[in-house]
Each structure stands twice: as C-alpha cells, then as structure tokens.
C-alpha cells in the first residue's frame, strides 16, 4: 500500500466517526450573535481529546471579548510536531449566524436526508473543523515521516470579526505558522477576497410632541435623505471592477436602522449600521476616509442635524501573499484527483478570518468542505446543508496536500 493510499483508507474507514463528530458540532448552539460560544468550544475540545489530541484551551478576556460584541469566546489550538520543518495551520470557526426563518428541518437537529446533513453550521465552517481534525487524524495513524507541524487553530468570532479569534492568537504571539489553510469549500481555492467596512452613523435631531412637529428637528426625516444620497452613491461603485475572478465590484448596504421615541413623539436620534465592501485592488484607508467624509457632509447640509460616524469593523482585504502558490499547487493537483475534476482558483466577495494571516505575511489560502458555491450550501440561510460525500473527499484532499507540504527531506 502507498502512503497516499494509506491515508485514503485510514480517512475512509474512520469517516462514520467524522460524521458522528460534525452531527455533535451542528447540535451544540454557537449562535453569534449573542456569541456566548465557550461553551461550544468546550465541547469541542472534548471531542477533540477523545480523538487522542492535546487541546490547548485560551479563554479571552472578558473586556476584549464585550468590545467585539460577544459574551464568550475561547480558542482551542492543536498541535502535532512530526519533526522540523514548516509549520502549517489549519483554521475553522464554530461560530455561527443565527437560523432564521423558513427551515424546514431543526437547525440543530444534524438531520441527514439522502446523504445530505442539515443544520446551522454544518457547511460554514463547523464542517472544517471535522474536515481539519480527521485530516490530521489520519496523518498521524499512518506514521508516515514528515517534517513540520501541523496547528488547527478552532475560533469562535470569525462572524464578529475575527479580531479575538486568530488575530488574538497571532497578536499574542501564541501562533508562528509558516502557511495557513482556512475554512472554504471542495471545488475551488479560494485565493482573495473582499474587505469590509462597518460605520455607525448617528443622526441627531431634537424631539418634540407630534402636534407641534415644526417645534423639533426630525432626525428620521434626515436620515431618510442620507439614505436617498447613500443609495445614489453606491450606484458609482459599480463602475469599479476587481480582475480577480469571483469578485465583481465594491458594494453598500445599510443593514440596520434604529430610533425614534414613541409614535407621538418627532424623532430625536436614528442610527444607521452601513456595511461596505472593499475589494482587494482598493485601499481600505481611502475607502473608510471616502464614505467618512461623504458622510459628514451630507450632515453638514442638513440644518439643525448633527451627524457623527463611527468604526464598528475594518477587515482588510485577503490578498496573495508570496508562498501561497505552494499551497494552491498542492491542493489543486490532489483536489483534481479525489474531486475528479479541475479545481479552480478564484476570489470571494466575502470576508473571512483568512485575512488576519496573510496580514502577518503568513501564505494562506481557503480550502474545505462543501459545495461549489456558498449558495449550493445555503450558507446563512434557512436548511444550510453539506453533501457527505464532499466532506470525506475534502478530508482526502487535505491530508494529502499535508503529507506533501511536510515531506521529510
């Protein structure tokens, strides 16, 4: 038996297991918000230990974890020395966004149907934690000799941000990784994607009783032509195009909008949250300093409204860095292999915890379980679903790419 074909029989004979594992990640809830997933990540790290691995358990502080608008987050970090060489991580979030409406299944219920599991998380990204584990499971059955290390790194901010998950390990220098893999799906390497940028925009005014309307200054009024000056403004971004395929142009949504008093009452402050992505070719600073001032002066022109605006979020674009083609070459040539068709590479206009490595210059690149798109998943969306099937060849994949990236000398 080669040690490719080891590895595919250890990864198959073990896959009943990875799949119980994955069942038992979909039905403990890591909802974020609110974001109390401590208690996910213990279970996690149980499971993990009863697969032989030494769980490293990092409890962030409680003011770091408030000021990303959690209530818990711990990191799990595994770690498999097989000898000197390069150290390659492995990423995957256990946060999740909430079900919403429309399941047709419980979306804690890890329910399979015709080889199809479905439940919140299981393809983004619950799925990599079981694709990552059995991966480096299987590579430490076959006893192959290697050089490196391999590092799973299991967050739990990733839809907060990512700040007190891999940039808290990488900040407090818990992780050195020469090269990273993070949660994506099987039939594509993800190489970009898109940054984005969250502001708080408050739009202040002066309340007064509904019968006498012109003795206030209505704050929902003004927003509302914000909101009109916004919509044209995003139009433009339009005629600004990414060459990375994948990623078209930048965009801009105001996803939340809160205020007013009482229905009797003129509003006195309305809130608005505006989302705006940012694509690689763009400078996050420009684009921040662009809206920002938009912004301000849209405030400036309406009398007797003041309008301050705030940073929630910055996350960077994920831009190649040098060394990543190692990676994509790996996984492409045994992807194309186990998946039985070209993998291509491409960008998403997402963003991902992928960033925060390539922002230490660590070569990164997205690679998991799941389908050929996030749509196919119904990622973030009602009966978010995995084909097994892809999760087991996505474990072949990996563990392979692996073995060759830590070939002993």
């Given at each position: ?118 439940g919140r998380g299981v393809a983004v990204s619950k799925s990599d934690i079981a ?151 763009e400078s996050p600073e420009n684009a921040e300093r662009d809206l920002t001032q ?116």
């Amino acid at each position: 038996m080669t040690p490719e074909s080891k590895l595919l029989s250890l990864i198959d004979a073990t896959f009943p297991d990875q799949v119980k594992f994955l069942a038992e990640l979909v039905r403990v809830p890591s909802d974020n918000p609110p974001g109390d997933c401590a208690p996910h990540a213990q279970r996690t790290a149980r499971l993990l230990e009863q697969l032989g691995f030494t769980v490293e358990r990092y409890v962030v502080p409680d003011a770091e974890v408030r000021a990303a608008g959690m209530i818990s987050a711990t990191n799990l970090v595994v770690r498999h020395r097989f000898g000197d060489g390069p150290v390659i991580a492995l990423n995957a979030h256990g946060d999740v966004v909430q079900p919403g409406a429309g399941w047709t299944t419980d979306p804690y219920g890890a329910e399979i149907r015709d080889g199809v599991m479905y439940g919140r998380g299981v393809a983004v990204s619950k799925s990599d934690i079981a694709t990552y584990a059995y991966a480096l499971r299987a590579l430490v059955a076959s006893g192959a000799a290697l050089s490196g290390t391999v590092e799973l790194h299991f967050t739990y901010d990733e839809e907060a941000g990512g700040l007190v998950g891999p940039g808290w390990l990488l900040a407090m220098g818990l992780t050195k990784p020469d090269y990273a893999i993070s949660a994506g799906f099987s039939y594509s390497v993800v190489v970009a994607h898109n940054g984005c940028l969250h502001l708080e925009v408050r739009i202040e005014g002066r309340s007064a009783h509904a019968a006498r309307p012109d003795t206030g200054v209505d704050a929902l009024e003004a927003a509302t032509q914000v909101l009109a000056g916004l919509y044209e403004l995003r139009k433009s971004y339009a005629r600004v195009h990414s060459k990375i395929p994948g990623i078209d142009h930048p965009t801009l949504v105001v996803g939340l909008i809160k205020g007013g008093i009482n229905t009797n009452v003129v509003p006195d402050v309305v809130t608005l949250r505006i989302d705006r992505r940012i694509i690689p070719e763009e400078s996050p600073e420009n684009a921040e300093r662009d809206l920002t001032q938009w912004l301000t002066q849209a405030g400036a022109a309406l009398p007797g409204i003041r309008l301050s605006v705030r940073r929630v979020l910055l996350a960077r674009p994920f831009v190649p860095v040098p060394g990543q083609e190692r990676l994509v070459a790996a996984l492409q040539r045994h992807a194309r292999s186990i998946m039985g068709e070209d993998v291509p590479t491409n960008g998403v206009p997402i963003y991902t915890d992928a960033r925060l490595y390539t922002e230490k210059g660590i070569p990164t690149v997205l690679y998991g379980a799941g389908p050929h798109s996030l749509l196919e998943a119904n990622g973030h969306r009602a009966d978010e679903k995995l084909v097994l099937e892809d999760l087991r060849k996505a474990t072949q994949v990996v563990a392979l790419t692996l073995a060759d990236l830590l070939q002993a000398k």
